[in-house]
């Protein structure tokens, strides 16, 4: 089976997939499509899955970035996504014809919870039903697929929790053998002002921007470094300084030498001396620092079980899918199976020449 069966065994509860449909800063309402005659693509057993099931699982998923596509953007984007799409369709099918013969069925308390988890996920500038809408759903048939969706993330947890998962012998042997992927290098978290100079406004201009960041120390050191942000969003010539002069974690050998230097010596939480750099000047507060060196097994054994088996689990949900499609009668269309390469056409035999 082609399909990629990651976003199955993580989950397959269906707020994961509306995640992507939120990240914009408008919701735009749906846009009147083109009746177009859906296409089958596959079929399970005889139930087919087809262009629309596609589509609407595609909107679901990505709604507002479909609507805010012109047209014809919009249906090459749609016909590049069915074949993967069409596979996970598929695979959702198999798990639930699966979980279905298990007779189990989510709690009326567990659907309620589900619903109103996927209700208050909704941005600001989004109504529930407006989503509905722009995802092809109403209430009822939101809930049936939220249901079927419970249906399958438990499934999926049950076969799951049957592969054994990683040991403390395991997780120590391959501490051992990859020790460098867990040493950390010496970082700092800082923020900062600066106050340019320029070339061209010669040595006044620089005395000028000296005394000014000079006042600002002067007024930091007697707050006690309280609203070093507001005077970066105030002053600071650096784009950072619209996050209050944070400029994140960082490293050695990630900044200027002369700036280096101080945040890497600086106490934490006061306001350094004043930095020159070919930036021009600066003030300096470091917010935290992470010690370099080998960090400790126990810290790291979160980290290092889910590398161990996170691909055991993938491996497993995909020959536990494939096994599902072999009891199952699944049939592809043409139009999400790629042809089989054409095998090159046999040389003439070439006759040896005589010498």
Not at 162 to 171: N, R, V, Y
Not at 193 to 212: F, S, V, W
Request: charged fraction near 25%.
């Amino acid at each position: 089976m082609k399909t990629y069966i990651k976003f199955i065994a993580a989950t397959a509860v269906i707020w994961s997939t509306t995640s992507a449909s939120f990240s914009q800063n408008e919701a735009k309402p749906a846009t009147t499509a083109k009746a177009v005659k859906a296409e089958e693509l596959a079929s399970i057993d005889g139930v087919p899955i087809t262009t629309a099931d596609v589509e609407r699982t595609l909107r679901v998923r990505y709604g507002p970035q479909i609507e805010a596509m012109p047209e014809e953007q919009r249906a090459t984007a749609i016909k590049q996504a069915t074949p993967q799409m069409a596979e996970e369709l598929i695979a959702r099918r198999l798990l639930l014809n699966a979980a279905k013969q298990k007779e189990e069925k989510p709690t009326d308390d567990a659907i309620t919870k589900a619903f109103n988890e996927v209700k208050g996920s909704m941005p600001p500038n989004m109504t529930f039903a407006n989503y509905l809408k722009s995802a092809g759903h109403t209430e009822d048939t939101f809930k049936s697929e939220l249901i079927e969706e419970l249906l399958i993330s438990s499934h999926v947890r049950a076969h799951l929790d049957t592969i054994p998962k990683a040991d403390d012998k395991a997780i120590a042997e391959y501490y051992e053998k990859n020790k460098d992927s867990f040493a950390t290098k010496e970082s700092v978290n800082a923020s900062h002002i600066l106050l340019k100079t320029d070339a061209a406004a010669g040595e006044k201009g620089a005395a000028k921007q000296l005394d000014a960041i000079n006042k600002l120390r002067t007024e930091l050191i007697a707050a006690k470094g309280a609203g070093f942000d507001k005077l970066a969003k105030e002053h600071s010539d650096c784009p950072s300084g619209a996050r209050g002069g944070d400029l994140g974690n960082f490293g050695r050998g990630q900044m200027v030498p002369e700036f280096e230097k101080a945040a890497f010596t600086q106490k934490i939480g006061t306001v350094g001396e004043v930095v020159k750099t070919n930036f021009g000047y600066h003030l300096i507060m470091v917010t935290a620092r992470t010690e370099g060196g080998l960090q400790p097994l126990e810290k790291v054994k979160p980290q290092i079980s889910q590398q161990i088996d996170g691909p055991k689990q993938q491996n497993a949900m995909r020959d536990y899918i494939q096994g599902l499609e072999k009891k199952a009668k699944v049939v592809r269309s043409a139009k999400i199976t790629p042809p089989a390469p054409v095998p090159p056409a046999p040389q003439p035999e070439q006759k040896k020449g005589s010498e």
